[in-house]
């Protein structure tokens, strides 16, 4: 069932929430965890000691980008993803099936694959299950994903279910397809926002041969809420001794929400990507630094926050100097802080669960929250134990 | 003569060479130096202690950039350029005279000063000497320097005489201007490539009280040799007693003639420029990561370079991917590494000019450059520390 090297083990259980020790050839994550997504063989401003920093385990490659620029030949002749991007810890690839259908220019689809002309040359190539496993396997990450058609989130329902069809078809190839000695396969859980096809869908891939699941197509467009809702019904209902992986979800309640239903791993550009368009994740709620309140505002970004962006003297006023000079180190700064505080939002989370605090830490956490406001001037506030305390 | 805080010592002398250790109210500096440029209170891509890192013990600040953006009250308001940069070592700023010449929109100079328009958003501006020793002053840097006109490498030699006129008399006032308490004040000698008009200019302004004396406008569109024969010609009769401080270069040769002929200080934004635009300085000439011969190269960019850059596996062809990938980490560890570098070649002159061997050590490392070529695939080489074992 389970390929070589892994093993994962649920250490905690509080409602449905788990806390679990992830064992892969590179090295354990406990989970929940957040990967931080390093597209092109870099998460993007950091250094890979920085990213490991943050508490982060596993980092994502995609393999869409990779297999384009530098070539997946090109990643092997340096060593292979891991020496390539100087990451020692483990490393998941995506298929490439996301990025085919939103970023390739002129793609085709048939039920054998995808033909598409590349988004920075516009050169052709296709994508079949057993191309993409192909890749994965050049590319030697620990865990590579099945290739999955993801139709966005205003597709109606009859497209969804041609995807769930073209989905269960290339789930089987991709299982069959040859893949490296200790790389694990997951599967991707389709079905938009409808239940009933979530659940048709799960029942159809959830007794295969998977080393775990992942649930796609969710924060693709459609809202919060509606997401929430299929989190709710379906995140339990994924097999039980096996990881479960929300794909590309990363804002902080989504994040809460989903390791109350269950969720063991999720990855997402939005902490990186949204520090290079000056938006900072704190404990107090999302600080957008280019807002002239912080121009004098001697104050660190978050004084809950231990991590080196808001401990070694970065000021709110310099953060939004460097940012509106457009230098490279607010990018720097920014993304560091964001990917530490989602860190230590994930530590907290298993810490809450390990207690049978998890609902309550959830709770509390996000009225602490005002998400898309601003918070006002630094003052000092109840540290993260407080509500532990009060147990 | 000098300003409290300061002392200046020759350690060692090896022809025209000299030694010194520069003390200042932030810490001493060993010279020969070179000293990166963070523009807008950052140098480009990199965190301070990066910075500090490559050896770098004096870092500029530059005067036009900080007033316009984000003003120099706002740094006073943010604690003064070092807690505003987070540098805790020394710190100069120019006088924005340079960069008033080259980079402001409609600049009219008249004797009293420069009106001219902001290069950002246009907005009108003046800078007399007086305006920019009060800017300087509220920067808090340890080092200012006197506001100069610095004509262009190509100016005929009434234009330069001119400007060695206006710089003569804003020189004095300068020197009457209120300033830091402990903030030293450095006189720039002009003169363009004219030996005759440099020794007159250094004869007008050698005697008045400075801190130390600097040569401007070199390597300001000048020839390289133009610029060393005057280096030749001038650097030796500069002030014994006080620093001698060559403006805006920082080309490794540049860096070992300027040494050779008594220079102790020296800037550019050249190694963290060149960076950015994928060119590494190593001890076999320059690199430019582009090419496509480093595709598939997994050695680092110079063996004989002891910085993280190079010995923690950052594989050349890595390195080019991230440069043509547009990823931020190919500026940052393109900039570290040029600094790193730069800091290990002073550190190299420096001990050779203590042992009497400044002459042959430029001679060999010049001769391990093949400057605007490119170096082949990296090959075992000889260590720096060769020449000295042959003494």
């Known amino acids: 069932m389970s390929t070589p090297g892994f093993t994962f083990t649920v250490t905690a259980r509080d409602g449905n929430a788990r806390t679990a020790t992830y064992i892969t050839p590179h090295g354990a994550v406990e989970t929940p965890a957040f990967m931080p997504v390093g597209t092109l063989g870099t998460v993007k401003a950091l250094t890979s000691e920085e990213v490991a920093s943050t508490g982060a385990r596993v980092v994502l490659g995609n393999t869409y980008h990779l297999a384009l620029r530098p070539g997946e030949d090109t990643v092997r002749a340096l060593g292979g993803l891991h020496r390539f ?14 990025q085919v259908f939103s970023l390739a220019a002129r793609r085709t689809v048939d039920d054998d694959g ?8 516009g050169a052709p190539r296709r994508l079949t299950p057993e191309e993409s496993v192909r890749i994965q396997a050049v590319l030697g990450s620990d865990i590579a994903m099945a290739f999955d058609e993801c139709p966005p989130g205003d597709a109606d ?6 995807a769930m069809r073209r989905t269960s078809a290339w789930a089987r190839r991709c ?12 599967g991707i859980v389709q079905g938009g926002i409808h239940e009933d096809l979530r659940r048709a869908h799960l029942e159809d ?34 097999p039980e001794e096996r990881p479960r992986y929300l794909m590309g979800v990363g ?16 990855d997402c550009v939005l902490p990186t990507r949204n520090a290079r368009n000056g938006q900072a994740l704190t404990w107090r709620g999302r600080v957008n630094i280019k807002q002239s309140r912080h121009r004098r505002d001697d104050a660190p970004l978050d004084p809950r926050c231990d991590g080196a ?16 000079s457009k230098e490279i180190l ?32 959830v709770e509390e956490t996000l009225q602490g929250w005002r998400e898309g406001d601003e918070v006002g001037p630094a003052v000092p506030m109840t540290r993260p134990e407080r509500w532990r305390a009060e147990k």
């Open 85 to 98: 991007a100087r990451w020692t810890g483990p490393m998941l690839t995506d298929s490439g099936g996301f």
């Open 114 to 121: 995808v033909t598409f002309r590349s988004h920075i040359d």
């Open 157 to 162: 329902r009859a497209t969804i279910e041609r």
């Open 175 to 186: 299982l069959e397809a040859p893949r490296g000695a200790s790389q694990a396969l997951f």
């Open 205 to 238: 891939l959830g007794g295969l041969d998977w080393d775990g699941l992942a649930l796609g197509g969710l924060s693709v467009g459609e809202g919060v809420e509606d997401m929430h809702r299929v989190l709710r019904a379906i995140g339990p209902e994924l």
């Open 251 to 266: 804002a902080p309640r989504d994040l809460l929400v989903g390791a109350l239903c269950g969720i063991d791993l999720f």
């Open 309 to 324: 962006c808001c401990t070694t003297g970065y000021s709110r006023g310099y953060l939004r100097h460097l940012f509106v």
């Open 330 to 361: 607010a990018s720097r700064v920014l993304s560091l802080h964001n990917l530490h505080f989602l860190g230590a939002l994930l530590a907290a989370t298993r810490r809450a669960i390990a207690e049978g605090l998890a609902e309550r830490f």
